[in-house]
Structures are given as C-alpha cells and as structure tokens.
C-alpha cells in the first residue's frame, strides 16, 4: 500500500506538481506522424499532461505544437489559419511560429513592436520513424530521444495501436507488470486455445514466483513457473517513466506500451508491436496499423473519433456496456466472461475509479515487481523535488534498448545471466518464447 501522500504523489501529472515535472524531463509519443498529414493541413489538438495544446504541421513540414490559447485573448488556436510558416489566430490575427514567437500582430500599428515582447508557450517536436516526439520540460537543449528498439525499425516490420484508457495512467501501468493476473483474468476453458507452451505453462502453474532486478533505466522482473524439471521465466521490463516490454506473446514478436498520461484521469496507451529481424505480414500491419480489428478480434472494433482528445482510441467496448461481459460465457469459455484482452485489461484498471486508492491495497509477494516499479517512480520525484536529480535515462538513451523474453532454463540457471544475450535489443538474436 502507499500512503495517501505518496498516492498523490506519484499520480499527479499537471503543471506544477512534482510527478508532473518530473515526468515532463523527458521526451513523450504525442502523435503519428500521419496525423498531421501534410504542410499547411488543419491543426490538431492534443492534451498532454493536463496541458491542453495544438499541434500543426507548418509550410516547411515542421511540427509546431502550441498551448491551444492565443496568448492575446485566451481564444483557442485550434480554429487558426494554418499559413505561411505559421499558426493565425483568427479572432485578431495574431500567428505564431512553430517556436511560439508571436510573427504577425495585424490589428496593432504598423510600426509597434508590440509582437517582439510576446511568446505563446510551444514545446519543442521531433519526428522519428512516423511518430511525433513532444519535450515539455523547460531545458533550453533538450536530452536526446530514448533509443527504444520499437520506435527504430523499419515501418514494415512494426505497427502501433492507440487506446484510450480512461483512468490514472498508473494503474493502467501496473497491470503490464504484473504477470500473475494472465492465469485468471485472461484465462480460457479450451486447450485448443493454447497455441503455444507458453500459454500452456501460464495456466499450469497459477503462482508464479517473481524476482525483481532495479536497472539504470527502471526495474526488470522474472516470474517463474515451474514445469517439470525446468523453470519457465517469463520476463518484462519496466522503463521510465511510463513504458513497459511485456514478456512475448508471438514467436517472432516483442510489444512496447508507452502509458502516457493525458491527465491524471485519462491514459493514452501506445501499444507498438515489433519484428526486431523481419518485416511484418502486409494484412497484419494494415489492419493493426489502422486500428481495424483483424479477423477474430472484431469485438476490439474502434469507435469513430472524434475532434476532441478523449474522443481518439475509444474502443466499442467500455463502462457503460460493461465492456461486453458475458456471464454464459464466463461460466463455459473465459474465465473473465470479458471477450478480448485489451477489454480485460480496461476493465479491471477502470473499474479501480479514476485513480485508483492504493492505501486500501493488501499486496502480497506477487505483486514484488508493482511495489519496484513505484518506489522507482517515487524516488525519481523525490529526487528532483529536492534539487532536481535528473530521473533515470534522462540523458542516456542507449539504456532503453532491451528486450523481454519468455524461455525454459535449468532449475540451477540464474533467470538473468541465461536470458542475458536475449534481452538485448538491436541485434540478430531471435526473440526468446517457448513455441
């Protein structure tokens, strides 16, 4: 359990809160770059932190993400001129550049300089690999962008999915770094369901023992089952300050969550699905990519967007259908009686409330790797609190390129000296999962 303190602590993300300028010293997934499809196109908006904001794309192709009110009279800039190398207001025409220098002030005299003295807010943006980066911290030379395996392969052999996830995006976390809740919240009756060992083990053995590692970059863990004569490990990582590698589902691919809080009571998930050594099927990244549901999956259909950013990634599936349980079915085919995963998942980090009251908790030895990821996150705050202690991997990017790994080792065999060469990501090394 934490205190009520540290609960605050560690779920507040807005402006001026210590988790919240702590987490802005990094680089953050904002958009795709197809979301700002070309020079001139409309402005898009977008809420980061609790900070409500515009994004566009200027004449030149560079991304400009603004605070959405025009520093004159508060009106919002998503309804600007998106011209000439920069964004026009159009109540009084004041534009701005993707640097936030006000660059046109046509209602005051020509010869005032009026326009010199003002700045809307705008946050530096890189694009790499069809994602838009954003940094939100107040560094004049911001740190470099973390050098995460998914986010540098090639297009074709990598897809990304956008979720709404309406709740603190801490407990939306906490639920990829836990590697008991898969032998029950996502458990089914049917062995033909089991394609691999690896799903076969998980529900073996309903009580793994979990090992926990802190890193340079976050915490690591191992839950182990045991099979026989051997150990099956299942491993995951943990990332600052919001992004995990959860252990293999696929023989040949690895998925990255970048939890990245809008506010404190809405998530947007990025799930980015990766094949480190080949491209992906073409129907696969068409349907994924897109976020169309691929057959057998239809019940994780997306609704419409819409222009506001908790009406993105919404799926069909929510709290006001219950998201789609099925008591029938809870009693003859999923144990949950909740139909896909992604709904699974939802609705158990939703129904906990908005953010979720962690001095009511009783955790016990499973949950090893969630108290690790939170004393993490808590100390990293702390620390910059007290005399702003940059936050792990801040500034050292190449701490970010590992892996996850499912494997079988001998019972005698340390968990990370056996799957070290797996967990390393930018080489040749095949992804480790038990076929």
């Given at each position: 359990?934490?205190?009520?303190?540290?609960?605050?602590?560690?779920?507040?993300?807005?402006?001026?809160?210590?988790?919240?300028?702590?987490?802005?010293?990094?680089?953050?997934?904002?958009?795709?770059?197809?979301?700002?499809?070309?020079?001139?196109?409309?402005?898009?908006?977008?809420?980061?932190?609790?900070?409500?904001?515009?994004?566009?794309?200027?004449?030149?192709?560079?991304?400009?993400?603004?605070?959405?009110?025009?520093?004159?009279?508060?009106?919002?800039?998503?309804?600007?001129?998106?011209?000439?190398?920069?964004?026009?207001?159009?109540?009084?025409?004041?534009?701005?550049?993707?640097?936030?220098?006000?660059?046109?002030?046509?209602?005051?005299?020509?010869?005032?300089?009026?326009?010199?003295?003002?700045?809307?807010?705008?946050?530096?943006?890189?694009?790499?690999?069809?994602?838009?980066?954003?940094?939100?911290?107040?560094?004049?030379?911001?740190?470099?962008?973390?050098?995460?395996?998914?986010?540098?392969?090639?297009?074709?052999?990598?897809?990304?999915?956008?979720?709404?996830?309406?709740?603190?995006?801490?407990?939306?976390?906490?639920?990829?770094?836990?590697?008991?809740?898969?032998?029950?919240?996502?458990?089914?009756?049917?062995?033909?369901?089991?394609?691999?060992?690896?799903?076969?083990?998980?529900?073996?053995?309903?009580?793994?023992?979990?090992?926990?590692?802190?890193?340079?970059?976050?915490?690591?863990?191992?839950?182990?089952?045991?099979?026989?004569?051997?150990?099956?490990?299942?491993?995951?990582?943990?990332?600052?300050?919001?992004?995990?590698?959860?252990?293999?589902?696929?023989?040949?691919?690895?998925?990255?969550?970048?939890?990245?809080?809008?506010?404190?009571?809405?998530?947007?998930?990025?799930?980015?699905?990766?094949?480190?050594?080949?491209?992906?099927?073409?129907?696969?990244?068409?349907?994924?990519?897109?976020?169309?549901?691929?057959?057998?999956?239809?019940?994780?259909?997306?609704?419409?967007?819409?222009?506001?950013?908790?009406?993105?990634?919404?799926?069909?599936?929510?709290?006001?259908?219950?998201y789609l349980i099925d008591y029938q079915a809870q009693q003859t085919t999923r144990f949950s009686g909740i139909p896909t995963f992604h709904l699974q998942d939802k609705a158990m980090t939703e129904s906990m409330g908005p953010i979720a009251d962690r001095s009511t908790e009783h955790l016990g030895k499973s949950d090893m790797m969630i108290i690790q990821v939170r004393r993490r996150i808590l100390n990293a705050i702390k620390a910059y609190r007290a005399d702003k202690a940059l936050p792990p991997g801040v500034d050292d990017p190449k701490v970010y390129g590992v892996r996850?790994?499912?494997?079988?080792?001998?019972?005698?065999?340390?968990?990370?000296?056996?799957?070290?060469?797996?967990?390393?990501?930018?080489?040749?090394?095949?992804?480790?999962?038990?076929?």
């Open positions: 359990m934490l205190s009520a303190a540290d609960n605050e602590l560690i779920t507040q993300v807005g402006p001026g809160t210590p988790g919240g300028e702590m987490m802005r010293q990094y680089w953050m997934p904002v958009l795709e770059s197809l979301d700002l499809p070309g020079p001139d196109t409309g402005p898009m908006r977008v809420r980061l932190l609790g900070e409500d904001l515009v994004a566009f794309r200027d004449s030149n192709g560079k991304v400009g993400l603004l605070a959405e009110r025009c520093a004159h009279r508060g009106a919002s800039l998503f309804f600007g001129r998106n011209e000439e190398c920069g964004l026009r207001c159009v109540y009084h025409g004041w534009k701005y550049d993707v640097d936030g220098r006000c660059v046109d002030m046509p209602n005051e005299p020509g010869d005032s300089t009026f326009k010199e003295r003002i700045r809307q807010t705008a946050y530096p943006c890189q694009e790499r690999n069809g994602i838009v980066w954003a940094y939100l911290g107040s560094r004049d030379d911001p740190p470099p962008l973390p050098l995460l395996e998914a986010t540098c392969v090639p297009e074709n052999q990598r897809y990304v999915m956008r979720t709404l996830r309406e709740c603190n995006w801490l407990q939306a976390l906490e639920g990829d770094v836990d590697s008991s809740h898969i032998s029950f919240l996502h458990a089914v009756f049917n062995p033909e369901h089991f394609p691999f060992q690896d799903f076969e083990f998980r529900h073996r053995d309903k009580a793994p023992v979990f090992q926990v590692q802190t890193t340079d970059y976050g915490a690591v863990y191992g839950a182990r089952r045991t099979i026989d004569e051997q150990h099956h490990w299942r491993i995951a990582q943990f990332l600052m300050p919001f992004y995990t590698i959860i252990p293999p589902n696929d023989p040949s691919r690895i998925h990255l969550s970048a939890w990245v809080p809008i506010d404190d009571h809405n998530t947007r998930f990025w799930g980015i699905v990766w094949n480190p050594a080949e491209p992906m099927d073409e129907e696969e990244l068409l349907h994924r990519g897109r976020q169309q549901p691929i057959p057998g999956f239809e019940l994780d259909r997306y609704l419409p967007d819409g222009r506001m950013p908790h009406e993105r990634g919404r799926l069909a599936g929510n709290a006001a259908n219950d996850s790994a499912s494997l079988l080792l001998d019972k005698e065999t340390n968990w990370l000296d056996g799957a070290s060469e797996y967990l390393k990501a930018f080489t040749d090394t095949p992804v480790a999962f038990v076929v």
